[in-house]
């Protein structure tokens, strides 16, 4: 079994003894139960990793580390980003999770216009809180040291401005009437970055299309089935993980 990556602050990512403690060190304790001599990996969730074995156990929810490598992983190219409409009730921190366990570099909230949820005030912060809490659990348990970034709520202008500037954009689209090729076909770029959008569960209108089409970003579908918006970015970004060679 991988080594369990737990979050610490830029500055204990060194080698020697690092203390492990707080929530990250209770978890580690009294939920993981880690032991002396077990292999563990520590992050800051921005690509730097400290790799060493428990060293010593203290209480409850503390331990000491004897870190005998820091690295930095290099940051993945093509860049992957998943604009993801709001869905409703816990569908957006589901599809969050699993893209983040997928390999999905960013995700960004969006309020499209046929969104059932809307992000505003006290809730749209603590909604916004929770995508960003389950990037971080989701990338601990994935084994990542490079967590997804999730965005502020953006509005459909500025997600056209984010597709503009991308070398491949796309939209997910299952819509027969609308001429949409085989996002499994499409040409990918080698590097720079992809931006994929997904809609919601009425779907994409009419005028976000020709919005994001302006901005150069076409319609794609996945298959022949209709994914849910929570899963739709979890499958794109498997199938473009795949096909860009990042899971060579």
């Avoid at 993945?76 to 969050?96: N, W």
């Avoid at 309020?111 to 929770?130: D, F």
């Avoid at 918006?229 to 795949?242: N, P, Y």
């Amino acid at each position: 079994m991988t080594a369990p990556v737990f979050v610490v602050g830029p500055g204990a990512l060194r080698t020697g003894t690092v203390t492990l403690d707080g929530p990250e060190g209770r978890h580690a304790v009294s939920v993981r139960r880690l032991r002396v001599g077990e292999e563990i990996v520590l992050t800051d969730g921005a690509g730097n990793g400290a790799y060493g074995t428990v060293a010593a156990v203290e209480g409850k929810d503390r331990l000491e580390v004897a870190v005998t490598e820091v690295r930095t992983e290099a940051e993945p190219t093509p860049r992957i980003t998943v604009v993801q409409a709001l869905p409703k009730g816990d569908r957006g921190e589901l599809a969050v999770e699993t893209m983040t366990e997928t390999g999905v570099d960013a995700v960004v909230p969006w309020a499209a216009a046929r969104c059932i949820t809307q992000w505003r005030g006290e809730r749209g912060a603590k909604a916004l809180a929770k995508w960003r809490a389950t990037a971080r659990e989701a990338g601990k348990q994935s084994r990542r040291t490079r967590f997804p970034e999730i965005s502020d709520v953006l509005s459909t202008k500025q997600v056209a401005a984010l597709l503009a500037a991308a070398d491949f954009a796309a939209v997910l689209h299952e819509d027969q009437d609308v001429n949409s090729g085989a996002l499994a076909s499409a040409v990918l770029p080698s590097e720079g970055s992809i931006v994929l959008v997904v809609g919601p569960e009425g779907g994409v209108s009419p005028e976000e299309l020709a919005v994001f089409a302006e901005a150069g970003a076409e319609p794609y579908r996945l298959g022949r089935s209709v994914l849910r918006t929570s899963t739709a970015g979890t499958a794109a970004t498997a199938l473009l993980l795949g096909r860009t060679g990042r899971w060579s």
